[in-house]
Structure formats: structure tokens, C-alpha cells
């Protein structure tokens, strides 16, 4: 079972920055967090990872919180694009299982 | 950039029969998956293969399915003997594993439907 709480769904207006808040109470000290999302049916797409720093990438940006128990996926100017299912998804950094495991996620729309 | 691509986009065969799903990840990947979703359901993990070996399954992963790197591009999932309940989308996924942090990409998915 995936070891992450999401929200069910948010909204978003378009043009505005959409948080994805994902909770991993359980988060041991060697699990990276990474962030997924499946738009309409399509593959998922890898969109950021981090261990305890915040981290940017062109797609998003990435907050953990200090005690590494929750994190924040910020698309800073949301488009209609962005409208999909976000995953977050903790998984170690060595040894353990290679899978994902997928959770439920969180339903974004992003309406104009 | 480059991209894992699948197919065929939409395979429908009958219930018994056997499929052949391929994948071709991107060129210097060395580690390759296969996970499925059911329609509705989250995206499950099936497998994982490198070199040249199964290094991880999952229990859906029975005797009914097998993978095979023929060559050295593609990377194929096969269903010997179908069921209803395999019907399902099926990604494909490689990841470049380098050093210790790797992420994992995806391809568009095979939509397998059983009759």
C-alpha cells in the first residue's frame, strides 16, 4: 500500500499557482519523495524528487517540510494542461523494492 | 527528447489467447518495468528486469505473464493465456539508474481488451 495521504481533489484557477499538499508520517530516513502525474489515461510523467531540501525544476517546485512528514508540490502558474492526477510516492534510496507504488493521488483541475 | 514508446496502441484479442506487448525504452536506460491499470484503479506494478533477468515481480505477475529483452532494443510483456481481468492499460517504463537517485519514464500505454 502506498504510504502517502493525498487529497481526494483540488482546483485551480488557471494562471495561478496550485499547492498539492502530500502527507508521509512514516517517512523513514533513506525514502526520497517523488512526484508523478498521469494526465487523462496517458503514461505518468516523473516531475520532481527530493530527500530533505526544497528543490525546483523547470515543471515545479518541491517543499518538504524540516521533520521530512509532509511536502508541498507548487505548479506556480498553473495551465489547463496541468489538469491531471498527481501522485506522491516515497521510495527508498537504496536497497528495498524498485516499484512505484502508486496511491490514489490527487484529482487537479484547472479551470480557466 | 527522447521517449519509451509502446504497441500497439489498442490490442483486442480473446479470452485464452496470447498477447505480445511491446515496448522499445530510450536507448541508454538499463532498467525496465512493466505496470498495469485496470480501468478506474490505481496504476499497479508488475515487474521489473535488468540485465537480462527479472529482479523484482509482483504477485500479479503469475506464470501466465513473462518478459523478454530480445534484442537490443525492445523489451516485451507477454500474456499467455488471457483473462477477462487482464484487461487493462499496460505502461512500459525504463529508467537510467544512475548513481543512487532514478526516476522512472513512462510510455503511453498498450489499452489490452479481452473478450
Known amino acids: 500500500d502506498a504510504k502517502t495521504t493525498q487529497p481526494t481533489s483540488m482546483d485551480c484557477a488557471e494562471g495561478r499557482a496550485a499547492n498539492l499538499p502530500c502527507n508521509h508520517s512514516?517517512?523513514?530516513?533513506?525514502?526520497?519523495v517523488y512526484w508523478y502525474r498521469q494526465i487523462h489515461s496517458q503514461g505518468p510523467q516523473y516531475i520532481i524528487h527530493?530527500?530533505?531540501n526544497n528543490e525546483t525544476n523547470e515543471m515545479a517546485s518541491l517543499i518538504i517540510t524540516e521533520d521530512r512528514k509532509s511536502s508541498t508540490l507548487i505548479l506556480p502558474h498553473a495551465t489547463l494542461r496541468d489538469t491531471a492526477v498527481y501522485y506522491c510516492?516515497?521510495?527508498?534510496?537504496?536497497?528495498?523494492?524498485?516499484?512505484?507504488?502508486f496511491g490514489k493521488g490527487t484529482k487537479l483541475t484547472v479551470n480557466p | 527528447e527522447p521517449e519509451v514508446t509502446q504497441t500497439p496502441s489498442h490490442q483486442v484479442t480473446q479470452m485464452g489467447q496470447e498477447v505480445i506487448l511491446r515496448c522499445v525504452p530510450i536507448?541508454?536506460?538499463?532498467?525496465f518495468y512493466w505496470y498495469r491499470q485496470i480501468l478506474g484503479q490505481k496504476v499497479e506494478f508488475l515487474v521489473s528486469?535488468?540485465?537480462?533477468?527479472?529482479?523484482?515481480k509482483s504477485e500479479i505477475f503469475d506464470d501466465q505473464f513473462s518478459v523478454e529483452r530480445p534484442d537490443g532494443s525492445n523489451f516485451t510483456l507477454k500474456i499467455r493465456s488471457t483473462k477477462l481481468e487482464d484487461s487493462a492499460m499496460y505502461f512500459c517504463?525504463?529508467?537510467?539508474?544512475?548513481?543512487?537517485?532514478?526516476?522512472?519514464?513512462f510510455g503511453p500505454g498498450t489499452r489490452l481488451t479481452v473478450t
Open positions: 517504463a525504463s529508467s537510467p539508474r544512475t548513481g543512487l537517485v532514478y526516476e522512472q519514464y
Open positions: 512514516t517517512i523513514s530516513g533513506n525514502e526520497y
Open positions: 527530493g530527500l530533505k
Open positions: 510516492i516515497v521510495r527508498p534510496l537504496w536497497g528495498g523494492s524498485e516499484k512505484l507504488v
Open positions: 536507448s541508454n536506460h538499463l532498467y
Open positions: 528486469f535488468y540485465n537480462n533477468e527479472i529482479s523484482e
